[in-house]
């Protein structure tokens, strides 16, 4: 019997595949849990239909990040931390105080998990700082580190 899968099953096929599986699995199994539905002409169609909707949401939504992506190109934030002698930083800027500033200094509300730092910044001065908006784009903006 075909079925149309509704969510992941191990060892049988991901969501939305249509996979071949015995009548007995599918009646007592798929169906009953609500893993799967038969593989009629009408599910099909919408199979399709959902699987066209999702894609059209996929590209507006990769549109939208590289458009913010431009618009982020150039801009710079300032973030003041505590300097002792000799210009030495106490502790370091961090993905957190970044999304902060953004959000403050800019209005952009950027998860602090999507902020891209190879280590904590220990140093004053302007550092580029790679933003995650997609999986397919990636902004970069200028932290400026200055003296508190």
Known sequence: MKVILLQDVKSVGKKGEIVEVSDGYARNVLLRKGQGKE???????DLKLQK???????????????ALAEE??????TVAVKVGEGGRVFGS???KEIAEALKAQLGYD??????LLD?????LGVTNVGIKLHTKVTAEIGVHVTEA
């Open 39 to 45: 593989a009629t002409g009408k599910n099909m169609n």
């Open 52 to 66: 066209a909707n999702a894609e059209k949401i996929a590209q507006e939504q990769l549109e939208a990040a590289k």
């Open 72 to 77: 982020m190109k150039d801009k710079k934030i």
């Open 93 to 95: 800027v961090s993905s």
């Open 110 to 115: 950027v998860d602090k998990k999507k902020i």
């Open 119 to 123: 280590g904590p910044i220990k140093t």
